[in-house]
């Protein structure tokens, strides 16, 4: 393409300019599509849950850069515990891999229901979160964002996730101690605003507001701790309440499941006391749907969460063609195999 300055494209036809800058809009796309180190890390998928269907995954702020370092955390330690806002790929470049992904899929008649923010570290921390919401909707699926809710009371990020058609708040805990003990949060993150900043956004905003509950052994699985939580819950706006388990290796071996007569009784007291609430502890099964390079989308997905072997197994039989083995990964260091409650996961490691 020939490059011409401005005052030069300023003397063309309306029409010469309109295709001049399809052309530049064109090679900005390849350039930036041919970024190899963002491949399937930024945006990967679908993958699919039970709560949202299919949804292709974003995660547009650096690994594990969170204002939480959480006992269960599936992505491992937080390696910058911050609460400054900061991104990977600017809107525009974040709008063109979603745009090349969105394309592959339609192709294939791949069946999309949601766009979703996803924490690989925490959401709200990208500091263009509402312009890419903005840029992201001309593809016409709804989106959603999974925030930690630590910064809900920051009018910037409020009017971020204003623009999202689904938020789901993380919620372990509404006293203080034990947020301290199971969220790590950053120091200077303040609980009562925490707290302000959820109830205040829920009552102002218009689209579907879920939030999850993790319950780990000895930290928040009191029937005490369940009443509180249940006390807050009945006093913001939200569609529902979800209680989970964690079932994919934590950051600390210690975050597991309550022991199952607690949970049986948690459940119960959520049942009775809890309106539109649900207890999601039987764990999903990882269903991804994978297109592009075979070990770059593996790859993408892990650095989201670790993958239970059976999942990895069924998605290598699918894509036989490919030839790629998780040993092959392993011997090259960027997987490792590990044990949580009986069952077998890769994690992958991140340089
Ligand atoms: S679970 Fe979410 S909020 Fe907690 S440390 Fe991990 S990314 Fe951050």
Not at 244 to 261: G, H
Request: net charge negative; charged share 25%; glycine share 6%.
């Amino acid at each position: 393409m020939t490059k011409i300055n401005f005052s030069q494209l300023v003397q063309r036809s309306t029409s010469e300019i309109r295709s001049y800058l399809n052309t530049l809009a064109d090679t900005m796309e390849q350039d930036i599509l041919a970024h190899p180190s963002f491949e399937g890390k930024i945006v990967f998928g679908p993958v699919r849950s039970r709560r949202l269907g299919a949804s292709l995954g974003v995660s547009n702020v650096k690994h594990k850069l969170c204002d939480y370092n959480c006992v269960y955390c599936q992505a491992g330690e937080t390696t910058c515990c911050s609460k400054e806002r900061d991104c990977c790929l600017s809107p525009y470049e974040l709008y063109f891999f979603v745009k090349n992904k969105i394309e592959t899929l339609e192709r294939s008649s791949i069946h999309l229901d949601y766009i979703s923010f996803v924490p690989n570290g925490e959401p709200t921390l990208d500091d263009q979160l509402a312009t890419e919401i903005s840029l992201l909707r001309e593809f016409g699926y709804p989106i959603a964002v999974f925030t930690n809710g630590s910064l809900m009371w920051n009018d910037r990020v409020k009017e971020a996730l204003m623009c999202a058609d689904h938020v789901s708040v993380k919620l372990d805990s509404v006293n203080e101690e034990t947020w301290r003990k199971i969220d790590r949060p950053h120091r200077k993150l303040r609980f009562d605003l925490l707290l302000e900043g959820i109830g205040d956004f829920s009552r102002a905003y218009r689209g579907v507001l879920t939030t999850e509950t993790m319950l780990v052994r000895g930290m928040n699985d009191t029937i005490g701790e369940m009443e509180q939580l249940g006390n807050f819950l009945t006093t913001i706006n939200r569609s529902r309440s979800y209680f989970v388990t964690p079932f994919r290796p934590p950051c600390e071996a210690y975050a597991v499941p309550p022991a199952r007569e607690t949970l049986d009784l948690i459940a119960r007291y959520v049942n009775e006391h809890i309106p539109d609430s649900e207890m999601l502890c039987c764990p999903d099964r990882d269903e991804f749907t994978a297109l592009g390079d075979v070990e770059e989308e593996l790859l993408g997905i892990m650095s989201v969460q670790p993958l239970a072997e059976e999942s990895v197994d069924t998605y290598l039989s699918r894509h036989t063609g490919s030839h790629l083995s998780i040993n092959r990964l392993i011997d090259r260091g960027l997987v490792h195999r590990t044990t949580f409650q009986n069952r077998t996961f890769y994690v992958r490691h991140h340089q």
